[in-house]
């Protein structure tokens, strides 16, 4: 079965750290394009960051460039978003995505092609 599912999300006082992590099942992990959304409440679901094995590429929102950091971990078929100085405005929940591209691209939330089912991610005093 072709599948994302993601891992790692919880309560975090401002000013700390989460590690989210992203497991993929049924296709070739280390060939396509990975990808963190996160949405809101009320706002729309959008790209943080993306990582790429055949350019070495990744790339970041604004947001959350210097504190997130996007890795393909040692674990088989396994990605981390390393996720400090964290904010209340990151809270969100954070979904792992593919449209099975080769390098990373501006991708809307509308052209994805498979999503994990997300994890909450609330930061908060």
């Known amino acids: 079965q072709v599948q994302l599912v993601e891992s790692g999300g919880g309560l975090v006082q401002p000013g700390g750290s989460l590690r989210l992590s992203c497991t993929a099942s049924?296709?070739?992990?280390?060939?396509?394009?990975l990808y963190w959304f996160r949405q809101a409440p009320g706002k729309e679901r959008e790209r943080v960051s993306c990582?790429?094995?055949?350019?070495?590429?990744?790339s970041y929102t604004d947001s959350v460039k210097g504190r997130f950091t996007f890795s393909r971990g040692n674990a088989k078929n396994t990605a981390y978003l390393q996720m400090n100085s964290l904010k209340s405005e990151d809270t969100a929940v954070y979904y792992c995505?593919?449209?099975?591209?080769?390098?990373?691209?501006?991708?809307?939330?509308?052209?994805?092609?498979?999503w994990g089912q997300g994890t909450q991610v609330t930061v908060s005093s």
């Open positions: 995505a593919t449209n099975w591209d080769r390098t990373c691209l501006p991708l809307e939330s509308s052209a994805v092609s498979l």
């Open positions: 049924g296709f070739n992990f280390d060939y396509y394009t």
């Open positions: 990582i790429s094995n055949y350019d070495g590429i990744t």
